[in-house]
Each structure stands twice: as C-alpha cells, then as structure tokens.
C-alpha cells in the first residue's frame, strides 16, 4: 500500500523565491498542480508553495482553485499593470492575528509610543540616531530631504541623470528611464514586503510614518530597505539605456532579493522596529486564529531540533 502524502505545510518565507510574474495566461489548478495555461494551451507548472508573492500582470485570469490553493499555501496574489505599476492585491495569506493587530494598533494610537517605533525606523534606515526632541512630521520632513539627496548621490554615483522622483501612473511611458526603473522595482519590493507583513500577522495600512493608505506600514518596513536592493539596482540599469527597462528591474529584483537574504531579513526587522515602543505584546487568546507561517513544534527542550 503506497505511503499516504505528508499534509500540506507552508514554507517558511525566508525559504521561498520571492516573486515570480505571470502575464496573459490562466491560472488554476489542474491534476493537483498549480499552472499557468497559455492560450496554446501549454501548461507551465508553478510551485506555488515556495513563491512569497505572485505578481500578475494584464491578460491573466485566475480561477477560484488557484486563488484558494495560494491563500491555503501563503501566497500572496498582486495584480500590477503591464509596466509592474500596483493595482490591486488580493487576499491575506492565512488572516491576520487579532493579537498582532493589537500590539500594532496600540503602538501606532498612541503618540509616545508610535514616536518610538518612528525613531527605531529612522535609525534602521539611515544607521544613526535621529535628532533628539523631533516630532514624528519633524523626522519625516527630516527624512525626505535626506531620501532626495540619497536619490541625487546614487544617480551621480551609476552617471544617471538625475532631475526629481516624478511619474504618472496614468502616464506611464512618459516618465523617464530612471524614474520608470525605480517605480518598477519598488512595485517588487513592496509586493514582497506585503506578502511578509501579511504572513506575519500585522496590518499593511497601520503605518507609523506613512498613514492613510492602504499599505502605509509596508511602505514604512519597505523604506529600510529600498536603499540597499532596489535603488541601486535601478539606477544601474536606468545607466545602461535598456529598451526593456521594466524587464530587467524585475530579472535584478529577483537576483538582488536573494543575494541580500531580504525575505530573511523583514520579519525580524519588523520585530525590532515595533520592540522600540517598549510595551509587551498581548498573548494571544486560546482561539486565535495561528500564523499563516507557523513555528514548528518541538520534540523536546531547547537542545532538540523541531
């Protein structure tokens, strides 16, 4: 009688490929297996289980199987235009913990303490301490300034002409090499960084330096990043005058996400951060609903591997 197949157990997402694009073909589930069918008819199969983020441009379709086999598997669906523009994303990987939300929520509500985390952000993000006795406007005036003269600094270092951060979404060939180049590696990067706030259990429009957006708090786990992956990368590519830009931000994106270790790194980023507010996180209630990504259990005491 032939072995019955193991249960079905999500990565890990510092184990998984961070994004994969998929463009005019139907995705569903067919003979067990994830697949993109093209309109030959050739099925190309998709590991599903072992990709953070799934971004889906115009001309895709996705069945109800599919949608529901990447919820189940922690997956994150993003609908982005043609040029990686964000549109939409759908769904949470495996909901959101109520105790997580609470600890967010209250750090965010409270002006002290949300002041905290902003200081813990800036520092991250620039390897210094922020000025002392600066509001949180202060710091984000703060920091705009020096994001603009990082900008200037990075341009100057790959020969890029440089003028200002200036796109239109509803426009997009008309923005510059550069400016085109970034947008479409900052959709790769706030893409996967949701896909970890989501597996983690926090809410991506419960920001602390950004709010009033949808995904508010991934722009602020994003931030401290963008500098060391994709601004680089997509100034590099802005010099080189490629006739496919978006492409090869997207080909770099992937490179440079697994080179840093990013998906590694944002989870226990985001637990630093929060930490600065100095508050113990509330345990969770009996019935919560687990992590989308859960710890293994152990066999034993600490010196036994799970």
Same mark, same amino acid.
């Given at each position: 009688? $032939? +072995? $019955?197949?193991? !249960? /079905?157990?999500?990565?890990?997402?510092?184990?998984?490929? =961070?994004?994969?694009?998929? +463009?005019?073909?139907?995705?569903?589930? %067919?003979?067990?297996?994830? #697949?993109? @069918?093209?309109?030959?008819?050739?099925?190309?199969?998709? !590991?599903?289980?072992? #990709?953070? *983020?799934?971004?889906?441009?115009?001309?895709?379709?996705?069945?109800?199987?599919?949608?529901?086999?990447?919820?189940?598997?922690?997956?994150?669906?993003?609908?982005?235009?043609?040029?990686?523009?964000?549109?939409?994303?759908?769904?949470?990987?495996?909901?959101?913990? =109520?105790?997580?939300?609470?600890?967010?929520?209250?750090?965010?509500?409270?002006?002290? %303490?949300?002041?905290? #985390?902003?200081?813990?952000?800036?520092?991250?993000?620039?390897?210094?301490? !922020?000025?002392?006795?600066?509001?949180?406007?202060?710091?984000?005036?703060?920091?705009?300034?020096?994001?603009?003269?990082?900008?200037? /600094?990075?341009?100057?270092?790959?020969?890029?002409?440089?003028?200002?951060?200036?796109?239109?979404?509803?426009?997009?060939?008309?923005?510059?090499?550069?400016?085109?180049?970034? =947008?479409?590696?900052?959709? *790769?990067?706030?893409?996967?960084?949701?896909?970890? @706030?989501?597996?983690?259990?926090?809410? !991506?429009? @419960?920001?602390?330096?950004?709010?009033?957006? $949808?995904?508010?708090?991934?722009?602020?786990?994003?931030?401290?990043?963008?500098?060391?992956?994709?601004?680089?990368?997509?100034?590099?590519?802005?010099?080189?005058?490629?006739?496919?830009?978006?492409?090869? #931000?997207?080909?770099? *994106?992937?490179? @440079?996400?697994?080179?840093?270790?990013?998906?590694?790194?944002?989870?226990?980023?985001?637990?630093?951060?929060?930490?600065?507010?100095?508050?113990?996180?509330?345990?969770?209630?009996?019935?919560?609903?687990?992590?989308?990504?859960?710890?293994?259990? =152990?066999?034993?005491?600490?010196?036994?591997?799970?």
């Amino acid at each position: 009688m $032939p +072995e $019955p197949l193991p !249960p /079905l157990k999500p990565l890990a997402i510092k184990e998984r490929l =961070s994004i994969l694009f998929i +463009e005019k073909g139907h995705l569903d589930v %067919l003979d067990g297996a994830f #697949v993109v @069918v093209d309109k030959t008819g050739v099925r190309t199969h998709v !590991p599903i289980g072992g #990709v953070a *983020c799934l971004m889906l441009e115009p001309g895709t379709r996705v069945s109800h199987a599919a949608a529901a086999l990447a919820a189940r598997v922690g997956t994150l669906l993003v609908w982005v235009g043609e040029a990686g523009v964000r549109l939409y994303s759908s769904g949470q990987p495996g909901g959101a913990r =109520s105790d997580r939300l609470l600890y967010q929520a209250k750090l965010a509500l409270d002006e002290t %303490l949300r002041l905290k #985390v902003v200081r813990k952000m800036y520092a991250m993000r620039f390897g210094e301490e !922020p000025p002392a006795r600066r509001s949180v406007e202060q710091l984000r005036g703060i920091e705009g300034a020096r994001v603009r003269e990082t900008y200037k /600094l990075i341009a100057k270092k790959y020969g890029v002409e440089w003028k200002a951060r200036n796109y239109d979404t509803d426009d997009w060939d008309k923005g510059d090499i550069p400016n085109r180049c970034l =947008s479409a590696a900052t959709a *790769c990067l706030y893409g996967v960084t949701e896909a970890a @706030v989501l597996a983690a259990g926090y809410a !991506p429009a @419960v920001g602390f330096i950004h709010t009033g957006k $949808p995904l508010s708090f991934v722009y602020d786990v994003a931030d401290i990043y963008k500098f060391d992956t994709v601004v680089p990368l997509a100034f590099k590519i802005a010099a080189k005058h490629p006739s496919n830009p978006e492409q090869q #931000v997207r080909l770099g *994106c992937r490179d @440079v996400f697994r080179e840093s270790k990013l998906l590694e790194r944002i989870i226990p980023g985001i637990e630093e951060m929060l930490s600065a507010g100095e508050i113990i996180p509330p345990a969770a209630p009996d019935n919560a609903v687990q992590p989308a990504i859960p710890n293994p259990e =152990s066999l034993g005491d600490a010196g036994h591997r799970a």
